[in-house]
């Protein structure tokens, strides 16, 4: 709880679930984000992180990596600052979801130094 505390308060538009699944590119190649049920105001670097780490649970390392560079390198963010959210995201996400997942997430929960 302390972690979190210490985060900046941000008023981003958060998606909540970004993930390949809810997006579509029209056959002209625009993209379009679906389900907004899980929208929220909040920071984006968090949305991020939970994208990051959904990636990783489904071990695409590779796509996780790319991803938060991307954000990173497009919103001129740090990617320590996304990085300090992933034991907070890690932590409220492993109280949903299957047991091998909760396991994973729960590994994440004490990360807490990067580069």
């Known amino acids: 709880h302390m972690r979190l505390d210490s985060m900046p308060t941000h008023v981003k538009v958060c998606h909540g ?3 390949p699944s809810n997006i579509i590119i029209t056959p002209e190649g625009k993209p379009f984000v679906l389900d907004w049920s899980h929208a929220t105001q909040g920071n984006a670097s968090a949305d991020v992180a939970r994208t990051y780490l959904l990636f990783k649970l489904e071990k695409k390392d590779a796509l996780a990596e790319k991803y ?38 729960l590994g994440w929960t004490n990360v807490v130094d990067y580069e």
């Open 17 to 19: 679930d970004y993930n």
């Open 68 to 105: 938060l560079t991307l954000f990173c390198r497009k919103t001129d963010t740090a990617k320590q600052y996304v990085q300090q959210w992933l034991p907070i995201v890690a932590a409220s996400q492993s109280v949903k979801g299957r047991q091998e997942e909760r396991e994973f997430l």
